[in-house]
Each structure stands twice: as structure tokens, then as C-alpha cells.
């Protein structure tokens, strides 16, 4: 039989809709495909969201009575969803039937610019998890259902998650044993791991997940994963990792929120009603988008920007897209090409620099390219936090209004891409501390690692100490006393301020720091130095508040300045290196003298990565220049 050949589509306003004839699990799977004008097809076709497996054992089947092959996990799709009735067939839409895959094909470009709409379009959604192998879908999607009625009872009374009183479970959510394993067999799924689902899930209409025979929407597990912020027992109780339903909660938060469709599942429970109601769809970054995206998988690297180029962020105020799809271009090209529309954009401009969060030193020096280009892949070891110091709706404003921003970008004499910019160098690092991992602060000591257990002190004792003896070999102007650096400079800063949307005054930070140190030091524990009876409800939260916060260190290095400045620094940082703020820019940012010197006999910087420096970050540099205290100076990353 004849092998089946795309034909060029009209226009980049034609989609194909494939038609798949009725047929038991037996039959061969039979389609026909037709190019249509997209506006004409809105509602009339499923859009499938799946999983691409390899190609070497491919599956046969007949489009438009010739031959085609597909993956099996595709096969198996439309093997599900296919109708048994003879007489009925079924619209549908699948990437790697509906579009020319061939990677010289310019369709590929423009189908995936438009494949926001292509599922906004769709009826529903029909998303394939697989198989069931081990018969275990229908006790999940049953625990997620019953769970989810009991919390969601539980927010009717107390309207907010972190208000609900200790969870006390009816039994009959605790009986099974293996329920905390068999949904981290669901969450451990391919699907879950794609970066492309999650565009194709936020503007579903509907979106139903089917593992096997049985199916959910995708509401209750999204419902399910947003009971986690605030509420770490319901992990204990459930028996699952709790990391796992943060990081789908952060998901729904940062990306799902942000797609505005009114059509959508994000309406069908409370929570997430709720949390999609509280704020303005375009009220969030598309860096951040992309941040989270770092976490999924993608074969080709420039998909973690194009699968999001549906969302209406990457959209300017006129309509335009902010980055045309381009599969003939390498990572760092197709990363350069969005870092200079990153500013060119206002609301994003700021921002794209904190996005610069190195994998390793030889990142940090131009080992992958120029320092100063966000990498939107990472390696799967990486721990580096999705968070960033500079982040939109914090109260951070360290260079000054957008409005300051000044920048050129240009070739060096290597060919090498150059970003200048505007900017203050206000200190040098003098001392680092060992990558901070904030488990080891935690009140519990069942968290901390081995080395923290044995130890005399607690390891933000120990970390003090040593901070405070980097500090004792510095030659600074005025002598500062331990209280003060202790509660407001250090322990300030390992907090990051709190990532708080306004400033979080001197006299709350005390007040849930010596909570934090009392529940710390409680009796018997390292560096017991008080005496404490049972914590009232309202001193446990406010010792929840410091620790909750800690987790903003993660990965990072405290570090003293020359001139006794507390910061905060990427893992990569080294005492020599300097400490800048750039004009425009929401943070301060730690930089490595290059050897290279361009022509104008500006020396060149490697960008070791964004930084908190406790004191700087509210612009008190840029008033200073604004008194003519300092100069400003031409920066040049490379």
C-alpha cells in the first residue's frame, strides 16, 4: 500500500482535523484527515494530549486508505477513545498526525505558533495517561474524589486553606495503606513530566485524564495539589511526597492562572475557582512561566518557550507575539532571540536577568554561552529553586524605575554577544558560606542531615559563628554589635526579606525570629538557651513564618561584603567577586571580572547571577546617584 504524504495546507490560517472511523480494540485504526480554516472548526473537534514516545517500533494504520505510521502510545489514544458504534466517527486533533512533523517543514513553525488555539478551540480536551497496568486508576481517581469532598467541606466553613483547623480525616481516607503509593504511581506518569501538556491542559475547556478505562478531570487533581500550600500533614496523611503536589500547585498558580480563558475546568471546583478569580490573568511574568517549565521535559530545547506561546503574556498589548517559532535554530540562539525580546518588553524587562541561574561554574564563564542569557532547560541533577529573588508583586526595587533601564547589545571581537548596560558597583565579596540547604534549619531535627544531629550547636548557630568571624577580619567603618547584625541584618537576609509583596517591618521579623529561636532551642536541643513551656497556637505560627521563609536560601550562599553588608548569593559566587545594581533592574547582581577587554577599553563581566543584599534592595543606591554621591558606569556581560 501507498505511503501517505502531507500536502501543503492552504494557509497558516488552515488546521488539519483528522476523522477516526469506529472500530473495536482489534481493529486496525482507520482515519481520514482534511485540511480546514481554523476559525471554522472552534467547538467541533477533541483535541488529544499525550505523551511521544519513540518511533522505532511504530505502529501502522491507515489515513486516507494509504499507509502511516505513528508511536504506540498515540495508537493506543485513539484505540481509547474511538467510537464502537459503527456509524459513529470522531473529529480530532493530534499534533503528531495533524501537523507536517518533517523538520524542514516551515508548517511546523506556524501550526505550533497557533496551538493555543488549536486546543482553546477543541470541545474538551481528551488527555491519554497510558495504560493501566497494575489496575490501580480507579482506587486513585476514588481516593482523589473523596479526599476532595472532605477538604472541600472543610474550606466552605473556614474559607481559606491555611484557616482549616489539624485535619482529622474520616477513617475510611485512611484505610488503604497503599494509597500514598499508588498515587505517586499516577504523578510519576510520563504525561506529568511534558512541558507541552501544560499549555495544552490550561486552555482545555474541559480536560479529562484517562489511565486506562477509567477517567477524572483534571479539576479534582489540581483541587487535590492546592490543599498542599500551607498544609504539609495532608502529605503525612496521604502518605506521599509532598514536593510532588507543590510543584503541580505552583503549576496551576503560575501557569494555569495566567491563560484567562472563561471557558474552563479551572471553574469546576472551589479552590481552584477561587485562586483563578484572585488575580488579573495578565498579572503575572512569562519569565516566571518559563521558570516553572524548567521542571518538565521537552526533546527539542526550544519548546519550553514555544510551548507557551499560547498564553496571552507572550502576547504584547497590540497582538503581536513577543518570539517567532523557529525548529531550524540551535538552544542558544533560539535563547538569545528571547532574551532580547524580554527587553524590549516593559513589564518583563526588569525581571529577565534574576532568571540567570547557572548549573555550573563553567556556565558562570561562558562554557554554554554568554553568562548573561537565561537557559530555560536544566539538567535533571540541578536543584536549583524555580523561585528568584526578583520576582513581580515583591516590593523589590533595587535599580530604580523600568524607566532607567539603558541597554545595547552587540558583537565582541570573538563573535561573542555583549550585553551593556547601565550601572552602580557599590561592593566586593569578602566571605561565602558553604551552599545553604535550609532543611538544616528547620525545628525539626528529624529534617536536618547527619552533621547538623551531632553537633553542639544549630546549624544557624554555627553559620552565625562563622559569619561572625568573616565579619571580625573586616576593616569597616563602624563597629556593629551582634544583637543587631543577629536580628536584623543576618537573620533579615537568610529570610530574603520575607518574598513578601510590602515590606515586612523590623519589629514583626523579631518577633517571629525569636519564636523560630525558642521553638529552635527548646529544651534539650542545640543551643538550648531558653526556657520554654508549650507554644500557644499563635507562637507556633509565628515560628512557622521565620522557617517557612528559610526555604528562600535554598541552594544559595550567604555572603559578607567588603564594607559588612549581609547578601544573600548564587551557589556559584566567590569571595572577589562584586556586587552591582544595574539601572532599571529590581535587584542587586553579583558579577566575575572577565579577561577579555573590548575597544572601548571597558573591561567585560561574566553575570554570576542575581543577589539579596540586605540594605540595597529598596534603591537606596539609586537615590544616592540621584544626590550625585555616585557615578553610574557602562557594565559590559559577556
Not at 12 to 34: S, V
Not at 441 to 464: G, M, N, Y
Request: aromatic share 10%.
Amino acid at each position: 500500500m501507498e505511503k501517505f504524504e502531507y500536502q501543503d495546507l492552504p494557509s497558516e490560517d488552515h488546521i488539519r482535523i483528522m476523522e477516526l472511523l469506529p472500530g473495536t480494540n482489534d481493529d486496525r485504526i482507520q482515519i481520514n484527515l482534511a485540511s480546514e480554516l481554523r476559525q471554522d472548526t472552534i467547538d467541533t473537534y477533541v483535541a488529544i494530549s499525550y505523551t511521544w514516545d519513540s518511533l522505532l517500533d511504530p505502529i501502522e494504520i491507515i489515513c486516507c486508505n494509504k499507509l502511516m505510521f505513528i508511536s504506540a502510545n498515540l495508537a493506543d489514544a485513539l484505540r481509547a477513545i474511538r467510537s464502537k458504534k459503527s456509524e459513529a466517527s470522531l473529529r480530532l486533533w493530534a499534533d503528531a498526525i495533524c501537523i507536517d512533523q518533517r523538520s524542514d517543514s516551515e508548517e511546523k513553525n506556524h501550526q505550533v505558533k497557533h496551538m493555543g488555539e488549536i486546543y482553546k478551540n477543541a470541545q474538551k480536551v481528551f488527555v491519554w495517561l497510558g495504560s493501566d497496568n497494575d489496575s490501580i486508576a480507579k482506587d486513585c481517581f476514588d481516593m482523589l474524589k473523596s479526599w476532595n469532598l472532605y477538604l472541600d467541606k472543610q474550606l466552605d466553613v473556614y474559607k481559606k486553606p491555611r484557616k482549616i483547623p489539624p485535619l482529622e480525616p474520616p477513617r475510611h481516607l485512611c484505610n488503604d495503606a497503599k494509597q500514598g503509593e499508588k498515587l505517586t504511581k499516577l504523578m510519576g506518569l510520563p504525561w506529568f513530566r511534558r512541558v507541552w501538556v501544560l499549555q495544552e491542559a490550561a486552555l482545555a475547556q474541559e480536560c479529562q485524564l484517562h489511565w486506562g478505562n477509567h477517567h477524572i478531570s483534571l479539576a479534582e487533581l489540581m483541587e487535590f495539589a492546592c490543599f498542599f500550600d500551607g498544609r504539609p500533614e495532608i502529605a503525612r496523611l496521604v502518605g506521599v511526597d509532598e514536593s510532588t503536589f507543590q510543584l503541580w500547585r505552583i503549576v496551576f498558580s503560575c501557569v494555569y492562572r495566567t491563560y484567562g480563558n472563561t471557558k474552563s475546568w479551572r471553574s469546576d471546583k472551589p479552590l481552584i475557582k477561587a485562586l483563578n478569580e484572585k488575580h488579573s490573568p495578565r498579572s503575572g511574568l512569562l519569565l516566571d512561566i518559563l521558570q516553572v517549565g524548567k521542571s518538565f521535559s521537552a526533546t527539542y530545547a526550544g519548546d519550553h518557550i514555544y510551548a507557551f506561546l499560547g498564553n496571552p503574556l507572550a502576547f504584547s498589548d497590540d497582538g503581536k507575539l513577543f518570539l517567532e517559532p523557529d525548529y531550524k535554530k540551535e538552544e542558544g540562539e533560539i535563547c538569545f532571540d528571547a532574551a532580547v525580546a524580554f527587553l524590549k518588553c516593559r513589564r518583563e524587562a526588569r525581571y529577565l536577568l534574576c532568571f540567570v541561574q547557572h548549573s555550573s561554574a563553567g556556565e558562570v564563564t561562558g562554557s554554554c554561552g554568554p553568562s548573561w542569557i537565561p537557559r530555560w532547560t536544566k539538567p535533571v541533577t540541578d536543584r536549583t529553586p524555580w523561585l528568584t529573588v526578583g520576582n513581580l508583586g515583591l516590593s523589590l526595587n533595587a535599580g530604580g524605575s523600568v524607566d532607567r533601564l539603558q541597554y545595547r547589545i552587540q558583537s565582541g571581537l570573538g563573535a561573542e554577544r555583549l550585553l551593556t548596560v547601565h550601572g552602580l558597583v557599590f561592593d566586593q565579596l569578602s566571605w561565602t558560606s558553604d551552599i545553604l540547604e535550609p532543611e538544616n534549619f528547620a525545628v525539626h531535627s528529624r529534617q536536618w542531615d547527619i552533621k547538623p544531629r551531632t553537633s553542639q550547636l544549630t546549624c544557624i548557630d554555627e553559620l552565625w559563628n562563622a559569619a561572625l568571624l568573616a565579619y571580625k577580619q573586616l576593616s569597616v567603618p563602624t563597629e556593629v554589635t551582634e544583637s543587631s547584625l543577629f536580628y536584623e541584618d543576618y537573620s533579615y537576609t537568610l529570610a530574603t526579606g520575607y518574598r513578601n509583596g510590602s515590606l515586612i517591618n523590623l519589629r514583626d521579623h523579631r518577633k517571629w525570629f525569636k519564636a523560630y529561636l525558642r521553638a529552635l532551642r527548646g529544651p534539650g536541643r542545640p543551643g538550648d538557651r531558653t526556657d520554654t513551656g508549650l507554644p500557644s497556637r499563635s507562637q507556633a505560627d509565628d515560628d512557622s513564618r521565620y522557617e517557612m521563609n528559610l526555604k528562600n536560601c535554598m541552594n544559595q550562599r550567604l555572603a559578607l561584603t567588603q564594607l559588612g553588608r549581609f547578601a544573600l548569593v548564587p551557589r556559584f559566587a566567590e569571595p572577589g567577586d562584586t556586587c552591582c545594581v544595574f539601572l532599571g533592574m529590581v535587584t542587586p547582581f553579583i558579577v566575575r571580572e572577565a579577561e577579555m577587554v573590548n575597544g572601548d577599553g571597558h573591561k567585560h563581566h561574566h553575570l554570576v547571577g542575581e543577589a539579596y543584599v540586605y540594605g540595597v534592595m529598596q534603591g537606596e543606591l539609586v537615590n544616592a546617584l540621584d544626590r550625585a554621591d555616585i557615578e553610574k558606569e557602562e557594565i559590559v556581560l559577556t
